[in-house]
């Protein structure tokens, strides 16, 4: 007897479930006080926002996001913008902090012990399929497509991967593949990594994305957890042992990357180091930007915070409140100040003439008369006292604030406390 084909989105039945407890050291100061995922992106989003609302965009409505280091503010961000979910519609959204439910001592260990430790929580909700996200990346993805593959492919995990250029995947671990992209093996940064049957240019690196069988995954976490030599890591330990042992399969993120007519390219990035994060904030400033923010057929969901319009003041020479190919987010007053190619997220007061260019400033910045920034990032709340000059003297830079290879300059309020 054929089995009838499943009609229905797969995405009714499964709960996406976001590892969101990394430190993201690269990021320096930007992370002292707030986990990767909690850092602000984009003029009013934070990182984590692009996970959740890819997997709400898809129709899953059953949502985990573990949380571990620094994490009070992910936790704020989330209880705001993302409590909308109702049981009585059979939705769920819960934060899943290192609660030491298995051990009185114990925090989270590895990736895959971030699920372990909730398997009482998740099995409540019962969900066929278990997508687990990382929280700390840039794209825009539909879910249910992968959710297809792995069901069609009768597949034990599947592994989202990119296409990247072969020598730059020596960093990612790189799924080896075989023509009809079953996962053949397993390597984790590799010097030389292999190619793709029908790409030999192009490596197939993981994006951290993983989707499987419900009662499959809690029956394999429960084994690692008995395994005292178990890092109990997804990447480390899971996935190995399932193309070892089980049939694991390669989902190409081209195959369900959401675009806008806008977007030429699947869209992904890691804003992992202060250069990327940079790059990617002010590329958003261009005509038509790599990563469409516009889509309203996929809306990116956050804390919709209630401010007063932008308001931009002063029309003199030398005085003149403007911004040229720039992003200015609401609560904003440009005052007799000039921006050009910069992204300015919420509460922004900026005094009269100043010039920013290619800036990001996170919010809540004040800004005194007579500044001049170029290249920089401004962390939160920081107070920019007049006359400061960023940008223009390297070695004068290096010796006040954090600069970067690419020579992107990080300010935070302690080091401009450190100046007075």
Known sequence: MVKAKRTQPLSRDAMAYVLAGGRGSRLKELTDRRAKPAVYFGGKTRIIDFALSNALNSGIRRLGVATQYKAHSLIRHLQRGWNFLRTERNESFDILPASQRVSETQWYEGTADAVYQNIDIIESYGPEFMVILAGDHIYKMDYELMLRQHVDAGADVTVGCLEVPRMEATGFGVMHVDAKDNIIAFVEK???????????????????????????????????????????????????????????????????????????????????????????????????????????????????????????????????????????????????????????????????????????????????????????????????????????????????????????????????????
């Open 190 to 420: 590799p010097s030389d990594p292999p190619g793709i049957p029908d790409k030999p240019d192009f490596a197939l690196a993981s994006m951290g994305i993983y989707v499987f069988n419900t009662r499959f995954l809690m029956d394999l976490l429960r084994k690692d957890a008995a395994d005292p030599s178990s890092s109990r890591d997804f990447g480390k330990d899971i996935i190995p042992g399932i193309v070892k042992d089980g049939k694991a399969v390669a989902h190409r993120f081209a195959k369900s990357c959401v675009r806008s007519s806008q977007e030429a390219q699947p869209y992904w990035r890691d804003v992992g180091t202060i250069d990327a994060y940079w790059e990617a904030n002010i590329d958003l400033t261009d005509v038509t930007p790599e990563l469409d923010l516009y889509d309203r057929d996929w809306p990116i969901w956050t804390y919709a915070e209630l401010k007063p319009p932008a308001k931009f003041v002063h029309d003199e020479d030398g005085r003149r409140g403007e911004a040229i190919s720039s992003l200015v987010s609401g609560d904003c007053i440009i005052s007799g100040a000039s921006l050009r190619r910069s992204l300015i997220f919420t509460g922004a007061r900026i005094n009269s003439y100043s010039r920013l260019e290619e800036v990001v400033m996170l919010p809540d910045c004040h800004i005194g008369r007579n500044v001049r920034l170029r290249r920089v990032v401004l962390d939160h709340g920081v107070r920019v006292p007049e006359g400061l000059v960023v940008g223009e003297d390297p070695v004068e830079d290096a010796r006040r604030f954090r600069v970067t290879e690419k020579g992107i300059c990080l300010i935070t309020q302690p080091m401009i406390d450190r100046l007075t």
